[in-house]
């Protein structure tokens, strides 16, 4: 469109912004520049597509998604079973959420037992100790500290649970963005804007798992979904939106469309990074849909399916990517080992697949623990 839908003012070079259909932080990559303008963009659904983010930003991190700018957040706060709080970044890496400091008196002598997470975080600490002991010689108490990679041997616990209000807010603005952007007009979503502005609420979205898939999903992917119908007969206006193959969505845009019948899908594999081209099968009688909103049927045996292969696919890319961290690092150790040779020898050779051999025994015996 020419106009900002949200605030209808006309874009010129200095106010058109990309909007993301898809968010950003999901790996979404569909974007417009001519559904809101810079100051929209900003504010327009804010604190709704944050919180959707957040909530899908488990599965972005264990599946390694790539975002198109910034960088995916670590997830924070999960518990282990010993009740550490851990962040987790990239599905591979947890780190404790904050440095660990244990007092311990003993008569005239205080004893200090720390677990920092890098070099910086721990002179901070000593810093701080410092100056409630400034007979502390930090010099002296960094030769005491070694430093060592851990495996988690303990599992972590974090709430997935998705919807709410706010993000189903989030959900309907991209069912909205899309109709515009595919449609290129307002006039049968407009009613939405007070709702999506925070200015009302509305009940237009729900959970939605039907029993028969409406469309066959290739073996190991992984993808958003937005598929939107107009049918004037049915005077319905409706979207199946899902992501990461796992938590399905029907939006009612409209029970009362008039303009010509349509049907439009975009399928995004977020883990090949491509467009699926896709047929959905999903005729919806405007009836259903609003009963499906008002009264859903939860259905948690699809839930879970669902849920299970994408998590399998997601274990695959982190042992993929845990076995090209081994021969990294054990290339490494051997190119420092043998940093006089000037060619590659024989016994460069060896050593590799000894080291390589040795890393991974360690690394499937600790996976057969878990
Ligand atoms: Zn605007």
Redesign the pocket.
């Known amino acids: 469109m020419e106009l ?6 006309k874009f010129t070079d200095s ?1 058109s912004s990309q909007e993301h259909i898809l968010l950003n932080s999901i790996g979404g990559r569909l974007k417009s520049k001519n559904l ?2 810079k ?3 900003s504010k ?1 659904g804010y604190k709704s597509d944050r919180e959707l983010s957040k909530q899908l930003q488990f599965l972005a991190n264990y599946l390694n998604i790539k975002r198109e700018k910034g960088e995916n957040q670590p997830l924070k706060g999960l518990i282990s079973e010993s009740g550490k709080k851990y962040n987790l970044t990239d599905g591979s890496k947890p780190s404790l959420s904050k440095p660990e400091i244990e007092i311990e008196k003993q008569h005239d002598q205080i004893n200090y037992s720390i677990s920092a997470r890098d070099e910086k975080e721990l002179i901070g600490i000593l810093n701080g100790i410092k100056k409630k002991h400034p007979e502390l010689n930090i010099d002296e108490a960094k030769k005491h500290f070694k430093w060592k990679e851990e495996y988690l041997t303990e599992s972590l616990t974090h709430n997935m649970a998705i919807g709410g209000n706010l993000a189903f807010k989030s959900i309907v603005k991209t069912a909205v963005n899309y109709y515009i952007f595919i449609r290129n007009e307002k006039s049968q979503i407009e009613h939405l804007l007070p709702y999506l502005k925070d200015n009302e609420e509305l009940s237009v979205v729900h959970h939605f798992h039907p029993k028969a898939l409406p469309f066959k999903k290739e073996i190991e992917e992984v993808s958003h979904t937005i598929h939107l119908v107009g049918n004037k007969h049915e005077k319905a206006l409706y979207c199946f939106i899902e992501f990461f193959s796992c938590y399905s969505f029907l939006v009612l845009l409209s029970d009362n469309y008039i303009k010509e019948n349509f049907v439009s899908t975009y399928t995004y594999d977020v883990i090949q990074n491509k467009i699926i081209d896709r047929k959905v099968k999903l005729l919806l009688k405007s009836d259903f849909i609003k009963e499906s909103i008002r009264n859903p049927e939860l259905n948690f045996k699809v839930v879970k399916q669902k849920l299970d292969r994408v998590m399998q696919i997601g274990d695959k890319i982190q042992n993929k990517k845990q076995v090209s961290i081994i021969i990294e690092n054990s290339v490494q150790k051997i190119f420092e080992r043998f940093s006089h040779e000037s060619k590659i020898t024989e016994q460069m050779i060896d050593d590799l697949s000894n080291e390589v051999s040795i890393e991974f025994a360690k690394y499937l015996h600790r996976n057969q623990k878990k």
């Open positions: 900002c839908y949200s605030c209808n003012e106010n809101l303008c100051d929209c963009n327009f």
